[in-house]
Every structure is written in structure tokens, then in C-alpha cells.
């Protein structure tokens, strides 16, 4: 099982709509989530942390599910400018990766 | 407050070839990382720094080598440049590196033929 994993998209939503993106993580021990935002030709940049006991931040929800072991971020009334790619963040298994980045889903918001 | 910094943003190579892609954070992080980033395959980690003087090896160290001689900077080299090192790099810092928020540069797109 990879270490972190997500739907590649594309993710292709009207204006307004709730679109919700998944990532499972293999490493029962992780402490650390995150999920990241990256536009075409840029760097990633951080979004939101994600707590244990979830966490809002305006438009966008991220929930963690320990027990599942998989990670969610809902980005509710979609506006144009959301769209990116959404790199889910996990801390790594092992001493050589201190986080480790899903491949990431990509979201066209369309008018 | 610049943050992370990258030298160059583009650069093109010819097979064989050396370089050195330079990284700079004005944060005071103690720990930074080298990822390089191709179509498909999502961010990986290359070396990585937990404190000036050191470096570790990360997921695909092959034919890089890597030197923090400097808290500040973390310098990245390709002795023998090669068609498979084609790809944008990112440098990225962070206070911690065990679940630390990383801060990236804006990226060098090196292309080699």
C-alpha cells in the first residue's frame, strides 16, 4: 500500500457546488495531516492543518479518521479561484521522508 | 521577508553537464529539504537537512549530492547531468521536521537534453 493516497481527478465543478477529495495514508502511527494547495507552475503551499477533532477554515472542512486511517477536505460554494491541485500531507513512515505528499487531486471550478 | 528563495528559476543542460541549484531561507529554519516534482508522480524527496553541517539521504538521492554549510542555505548539485533529471525541484524549510508546516521556493524547471 503507498504511503499516501488520493484520486488524481480531475475534480470538474460548477461554480457553488460542494465537491469533498479523500486521501487514505498507510502509516497508523502519523501524528501530523495537512493538506496543501498547489496552482499550475507553482509551489505547494499549506491550506490547513487537519486535527483530530476536525477542523473549519471559512469555505473548506478538513476531517481525519484515525481508525479508517484517511483524511478529508470538503470545499463548500466553489468559487473559480479554488481551482489547484490538493496535495494530501502525511508525516512519513520511516527517517528518510519527514512528510510525505500524495500525488494530489486536481479541481476545475468552471462559471 | 523574502522566505525561500531559489537560484536559478530556469536552466537548461546539456547530458554530462554540472550544476548547482542554490537555496536560501531567511526564517531561521532549522531543517530543509530538496523535492523534485514530474507529471504523475508527485513530490519527492531527494536529501534533506536537519541542521547546518548535516544531510540525509531521502527517497531518490541518486545523482545528487547536497551541502549546508550555512544554516540559511542548502545547495543542491547534479555532478553528470542526465535526460531522467529533467524536472521542476523545490526547495522547502521548516521549524521541525517531524510534522513541521514546510515553506517552498518558487521552484527551478531544469531541463536537460
Known amino acids: 500500500r503507498k504511503e499516501v493516497e488520493q484520486d488524481p481527478g480531475p475534480f470538474n465543478v460548477p461554480e457553488g457546488a460542494t465537491v469533498a477529495f479523500n486521501c487514505t495514508y498507510s502509516?497508523?502511527?502519523?501524528?501530523?495531516f495537512f493538506w496543501y494547495r498547489q496552482d499550475c507552475r507553482k509551489e505547494p503551499k499549506l491550506l490547513m492543518s487537519?486535527?483530530?477533532s476536525g477542523n473549519e477554515d471559512g469555505r473548506f472542512t478538513a476531517q481525519l479518521n484515525r481508525a479508517s486511517q484517511y483524511i478529508s477536505l470538503l470545499i463548500r460554494d466553489s468559487k473559480l479561484s479554488d481551482s489547484a491541485t490538493y496535495l494530501c500531507?502525511?508525516?512519513?513512515?520511516?527517517?528518510?521522508?519527514?512528510?510525505?505528499f500524495g500525488k494530489g487531486t486536481r479541481l476545475s471550478v468552471i462559471a | 521577508n523574502a522566505g525561500v528563495t531559489q537560484t536559478p528559476k530556469f536552466r537548461v543542460l546539456k547530458t554530462g553537464q554540472s550544476m548547482t541549484l542554490l537555496c536560501a531561507q531567511d526564517?531561521?529554519?532549522?531543517?530543509m529539504y530538496w523535492y523534485r516534482q514530474d507529471p504523475g508522480m508527485g513530490l519527492r524527496l531527494i536529501h534533506y537537512?536537519?541542521?547546518?553541517?548535516?544531510?540525509a539521504k531521502g527517497e531518490v538521492p541518486d545523482g545528487y549530492n547536497v551541502s549546508r554549510l550555512k544554516k540559511q542555505n542548502f545547495l543542491l548539485g547534479l555532478e553528470s547531468a542526465a535526460p531522467s533529471q529533467t524536472s521542476v525541484y523545490f526547495c522547502?524549510?521548516?521549524?521541525?521536521?517531524?510534522?513541521?508546516?514546510?515553506?517552498f521556493g518558487p521552484g527551478t524547471r531544469l531541463t536537460v537534453t
Open positions: 502509516n497508523s502511527a502519523s501524528q501530523s
Open positions: 522547502a524549510s521548516s521549524y521541525w521536521d517531524r510534522g513541521g508546516e514546510q515553506y
Open positions: 526564517m531561521n529554519h532549522e531543517y
Open positions: 500531507v502525511v508525516n512519513g513512515n520511516s527517517g528518510n521522508t519527514p512528510l510525505v
Open positions: 487537519v486535527y483530530s
Open positions: 537537512s536537519v541542521g547546518e553541517g548535516t544531510t
